[in-house]
């Protein structure tokens, strides 16, 4: 295939023939005409189109009847809680590092279930409420994990202090202090991350906002976090230099990522890393699943979250974190995988 270089791209546009407006039929621009008698073309902000229309039956009941009793609530469309969701159960399959080999003949092609799941909308579209009503399962089994990492705490401290009191001729090995479980982290620089992932082979990162977390990396001490997350999105090893502890060695980690972002700064960074002379193409946006606020008009007296619609949504996550997961294909997922994968016809 032919490699076009900047500059044959410019020759091919300085060789086209000139377009004129009356060949194409060009409607009238809102914005009016430019000096030629061009459309003047509308500000990407302000684009507005019909995103496609909910469909039930493609999740689990229990995270569709969630979504769609909150964002009635929220008067949004059930897409964004469902997609939190989703990633939630990411989180816990990240954090058993499970991984996916969707091919049975082929052992070496693996895949982990990683999502990045971005919220776009204003202030007040209901991304922080989305964010933390769909996640609430999750930060109770982080609530529980720390109870465990206390008492695993108050145990070790125990023997530890044991040990020292036993005469250096009697003692046994000593005790080694207990890994500090986790499955939910809100501080996203690499050395925190560093140090949960090293104790858990997947973390959640949930933030209320995506452009903190960018703007971070600019700075000298943090700029390694892009390469961690983009590392942990495909399980690949990783290796973060810590400044106290030296480097840490990360054999697969799994970072999924919840958080939400404006649409003005989201299209400032769309923009960036699309038309930037000096773009580094690693494909980290590319990898964000970006899920569009669409409101809804609301209802007067919306009903309350149904109580036993939350706990079948609770115990379906709890589920999942107390049971087994799959690691292979069933013969009907592998099917509707070979089938997206081929693709229609061209």
């Known amino acids: 295939m032919h490699q076009f270089t900047i500059e044959d791209l410019k020759k091919l546009l300085e060789d086209a023939p000139e377009v004129k407006k009356e060949d194409l039929g060009v409607n009238p621009s809102p914005q009016g005409e430019d000096s030629e008698g061009w459309p003047i073309p509308a500000p990407l902000e302000t684009l507005e189109t019909n995103l496609p229309s909910w469909h039930t039956g493609i999740v689990p009941p229990a995270i569709e009847d969630f979504a769609i009793g909150l964002a009635r609530q929220l008067a949004i469309s059930p897409t964004a809680p469902a997609m939190v969701a989703l990633g939630g159960i990411s989180a816990i399959l990240a954090h058993r590092g499970v991984e996916i080999y969707p091919n049975p003949n082929n052992p070496t092609h693996k895949e982990v279930?990683?999502?990045?799941?971005?919220?776009?909308?204003?202030?007040?579209?209901?991304?922080?409420?989305?964010?933390?009503?769909?996640?609430?399962?999750?930060?109770?089994?982080?609530?529980?994990?720390?109870?465990?990492?206390?008492?695993?705490?108050?145990?070790?401290?125990?023997?530890?202090?044991?040990?020292?009191?036993?005469?250096?001729?009697?003692?046994?090995?000593?005790?080694?202090?207990?890994?500090?479980?986790?499955?939910?982290?809100?501080?996203?620089?690499?050395?925190?991350?560093?140090?949960?992932?090293?104790?858990?082979?997947?973390?959640?990162?949930?933030?209320?906002?995506?452009?903190?977390?960018?703007?971070?990396?600019?700075?000298?001490?943090?700029?390694?976090?892009?390469?961690?997350?983009?590392s942990s999105y495909y399980g690949q090893r990783h290796k973060v230099r810590r400044?106290?502890?030296?480097?840490?060695?990360?054999?697969?980690?799994?970072?999924?990522?919840?958080?939400?972002?404006?649409?003005?700064?989201?299209?400032?960074?769309?923009?960036?890393?699309?038309?930037?002379?000096?773009?580094?193409t690693d494909g980290f946006l590319e990898r964000i699943t970006p899920i569009l606020m669409e409101p809804k008009q609301p209802e007067k007296d919306p009903p309350p979250l149904d109580e036993k619609v939350l706990e079948r949504y609770r115990d379906f996550i709890r589920g999942l974190w107390e049971g087994g997961v799959p690691t292979r294909l069933t013969p009907d997922s592998k099917a509707l995988s070979t089938r997206q994968n081929v693709g229609p016809p061209l």
């Open 113 to 230: 279930p990683v999502l990045w799941v971005v919220l776009i909308g204003d202030p007040g579209s209901g991304k922080t409420p989305t964010l933390e009503s769909a996640t609430q399962p999750l930060w109770d089994i982080e609530d529980e994990l720390a109870k465990e990492n206390q008492r695993a705490l108050e145990e070790y401290e125990a023997q530890l202090a044991k040990w020292a009191a036993t005469p250096k001729g009697k003692r046994g090995e000593k005790p080694t202090p207990p890994p500090a479980q986790s499955l939910v982290e809100g501080d996203a620089t690499p050395q925190a991350l560093a140090i949960a992932l090293t104790e858990n082979l997947g973390v959640a990162v949930v933030l209320d906002e995506l452009k903190g977390l960018l703007l971070s990396w600019s700075r000298d001490d943090r700029a390694e976090g892009r390469t961690l997350f983009l």
């Open 243 to 280: 400044v106290v502890r030296g480097i840490s060695y990360l054999e697969r980690p799994q970072i999924v990522l919840l958080t939400g972002i404006q649409p003005g700064p989201w299209y400032e960074l769309v923009a960036a890393d699309a038309f930037s002379a000096n773009r580094d």
